[in-house]
Antibody, heavy 120, light 108 residues
């Protein structure tokens, strides 16, 4: 069965970077796009961006452009999201979610989420 | 950017009752690329409906989706105790993908 397992919670200081991982199993990672979604405490869902199956193409939401980098390692079936220049407003839970289509699909499987806390 | 507005913000109902949730888009959603997700506290969202009206795998037929263009509806025909949660609509036909702000279905 498809599973997305994310790395554990992180606490970072303002200005630092964080790298969150999402390990996929139950399917071939090189055949599906992957999204990242953020949820601030008590708030709704916000799309961060998408990486293509080969890891050679990414699209980021304008809000995160210049601070976010998505990569993937096919050998370990893992996708990564790195966010730099962290500020307190970046505090939240970050989810990876598989694209059920060809880059323009619904999000059919989700990771359990990774809490990132930015605090001095 | 397509803005999705969900109403009502909170729906207070009893088990067994029917729930009707609305999602209105600021512009037409391409090819009915509209999904609904359910989220419970401390959990990841779960896909319920995609393509405006197709149920995801394992989703009971008490959940149904309808609509096209700019107006979409999620209906829960008979609320079970486990259905009390927050529901989000999402459009995935244009970039950036966007979500509605959510509707909380709570026990009356």
């Amino acid at each position: 069965q498809v599973q997305l397992v994310q790395s554990g919670a992180e606490v970072k200081k303002p200005g630092a970077s964080v790298k969150v991982s999402c390990k996929a199993s139950g399917y071939t990672i090189t055949t599906y796009y992957m999204h990242w979604v953020r949820q601030a405490p008590g708030q709704g869902l916000e799309w961060v961006g998408i990486i293509n199956p080969t890891g050679t193409g990414t699209t980021y939401a304008e809000k995160f452009r210049g601070r976010v980098t998505m990569t993937r390692d096919a050998s370990t079936s893992t996708v990564y999201m790195e966010l730099s220049s962290l500020r307190s407003e970046d505090t939240g839970v970050y989810f990876c979610a598989r694209d059920g289509g060809s880059g323009w699909g619904h999000f059919d499987y989700w990771g359990q989420g990774t809490l990132v806390t930015v605090s001095s | 950017e397509i803005v999705l507005t969900q109403s009502p913000g909170t729906l207070s109902l009893s088990p067994g009752e029917r729930a009707t949730l609305s999602c209105r888009a600021s512009q037409s959603v391409s090819s009915s690329y509209l999904a609904w997700y359910q989220q419970k506290p401390g959990q990841a969202p779960r896909l319920l409906i995609y393509g405006a009206s197709s149920r995801a795998t394992g989703i009971p037929d008490t959940f149904s989706g309808s609509g096209s263009g700019t107006d979409f509806t999620l209906t829960i025909s008979r609320l079970e105790p486990e259905d009390f949660a927050v529901y989000y609509c999402q459009q995935y036909g244009s970039s950036p993908r966007t979500f509605g702000q959510g509707t909380k279905v709570e026990i009356k």
